[in-house]
């Protein structure tokens, strides 16, 4: 490994071994959250995607759910961290896909953060259709090579490139990247995808952590997709980050908007459901950021 992979290693990966007190939190969290949730009905009435360009000078972001989103620029689209699995092994899905797979349209690009099993879902990318082929980490293309895409591009961390105009930029997390544990090799991080009038940066999942200062004194970010849940894993690793977080990592970006993510579709960790979203407003409005902060319902297109 080269002195800037060590570095980064050092810097930004969270490892794989659990913190102190992972025993009493994992009983807990099945207890409490993952026995619960098998009897849950799922909510949410899935809506029709709008196939019309978004206004000119805007991007139209249609939270599909917990990581997955479908950004229509003015002349192209992408689909971030597509999932519409029911079940991510006992985790059961809570919220209904904002769209069938079945009504989505052929997208420019399909972009995914890491190789983790919620965000790189195998079934859901084998049901879309993409232009210009898949984006993943450096380590991750043998996941998807054989799922219908092309090309299957893998990107570094700052590395960045032009498909049909749009600018991809690579940025770093704070998180790991190994899908089965050993794997530690696959990279992960977030995207900055940008078209003349608009650029929109997913996060992917990450803890809070200096390079969101980084990533917002170099780039122009209009959109932030920002993850707000699971921040009490069983675990008790610093994964994730919490509303209070993500508001901060929102102000080091210095993005105009916020939309939060990674809430309310997979029982992931120990906070209660509707907590993550509730805290995210309480905070938003002891800063003063309430009005940057945008409140998607999945399948609802906003126009921003």
Known sequence: MSENGRKRLAEDY?????????????????????????????????????????????????????ASFYVQFEKHSVLFDPNWAKWIGLVKRMQRPGILLEHMPEVDLVLVSH??????????????ESRDGIIVPRGSGDLVKRLGFDPVVEMKIWEEDSFRN?????????????????????DYGGFLVSNETRSVFHCGDSAYFGGFKKIGAREKIDIALMPIGAYEPPSGRDVHMTPEEALTAFEDLGA?????????????????????????????????????????????????
Do not use: C
């Open 14 to 66: 969270a490892g794989l071994k659990p913190k102190k007190g992972w025993p009493e939190r994992n009983l807990r969290y099945i207890r409490y959250r993952l026995v619960p949730q098998i009897f849950r009905k799922l909510i949410g009435d899935p809506q029709h995607p709008k196939f019309l360009p978004p206004v000119k000078g805007k991007v139209r972001v249609t939270w599909i759910g917990h």
């Open 166 to 186: 749009l600018r991809v930029l690579h940025t770093p997390s704070h998180h790991w990247g190994a899908r089965f544990g050993h794997d530690t090799h696959r």
């Open 256 to 304: 105009r908007l916020m939309v939060p993510m990674h809430y309310g579709t997979f029982m992931l960790s120990n906070e209660p459901p509707e907590e993550p979203l509730e805290r995210l407003m309480a905070e938003a409005e002891r800063r003063g950021l309430s009005k940057q902060i945008v409140i998607p319902d999945p399948g609802v297109g906003l126009e921003l």
């Open 115 to 128: 190789a983790h099993f919620d965000h790189l879902h195998k079934k859901s990318l084998k049901g879309i």
